[in-house]
């Protein structure tokens, strides 16, 4: 693959494949399409959800609601889940089988209790960047392919961004899996088309 083109691998963790704590179904297939991509890029990097255990965005944190339901938050909309991808719990490992020794970074993101973080590049109040753009900049990297976990979430968003820093960006959606919560994966491709990512079934 070219030196200008990076594979970002979103979010593969042991909470959103079966049995974890937020489980996508079907999460665990894509980790062998995921060792090969990786395989064929120069440029790699790995994004880890990575929670505090009392974070805002925990159904836990809010007793009079419940998981999946959507509260409003002082940055917009937010969806309550379960918690999943605490710091340093098996949960918010990555998968053990994931083979990229030559992943040059991986970034962890939602560690602020108050905000939460869908995106590799910016977190939910879309006003705190975790470095990734620059990141990228300073390798001179114009375009990306993703790929991971979950489609309608972090992957979708990380896209979104990715097209907002002025980068092309790619979803390779057999390398993907969705949570499609109330015909989230639906519009998550309307947003994602809308802002000019590709959509491609493989690579």
């Given at each position: 693959m070219q030196n200008n083109v990076a594979l970002l691998v979103v979010d593969v963790q042991y909470d959103f494949c079966p049995g974890g704590a937020l489980a996508v179904s079907g999460g665990d297939e894509i980790v062998p399409v995921i060792n090969s991509l990786a395989s064929r890029f120069t440029h790699v990097v790995i994004t880890q959800d990575w929670h505090p255990p009392d974070h805002s965005s925990f159904a836990a944190s809010h007793p009079d609601h419940a998981a999946f339901e959507t509260i409003n938050m002082a940055y917009g909309p937010q969806t309550l889940w379960p918690t999943h991808c605490v710091m340093n719990s098996q949960g918010a490992g990555l998968h053990n089988a994931l083979e990229i020794p030559h992943a040059g970074?991986?970034?962890?993101?939602?560690?602020?209790?108050?905000?939460?973080?869908?995106?590799?590049?910016?977190?939910?109040?879309?006003?705190?960047r975790t470095g990734l753009?620059?990141?990228?900049?300073?390798?001179?990297?114009?375009?990306?392919?993703?790929?991971?976990?979950?489609?309608?979430?972090?992957?979708?968003?990380?896209?979104?961004?990715?097209?907002?820093?002025?980068?092309?960006?790619?979803?390779?959606?057999?390398?993907?899996?969705?949570?499609?919560?109330?015909?989230?994966?639906?519009?998550?491709w309307a947003r994602m088309a809308a802002a000019g990512v590709g959509r491609i079934a493989t690579l």
């Open positions: 970074l991986i970034i962890r993101k939602g560690s602020n209790k108050a905000v939460d973080s869908y995106s590799a590049f910016m977190e939910a109040d879309r006003k705190t753009d620059g990141y990228f900049a300073s390798r001179g990297i114009t375009e990306l392919y993703l790929c991971g976990l979950a489609t309608d979430y972090c992957v979708s968003w990380s896209a979104e961004d990715a097209t907002f820093f002025g980068l092309k960006a790619n979803v390779i959606e057999t390398a993907c899996r969705a949570i499609d919560l109330n015909g989230s994966l639906t519009a998550a």
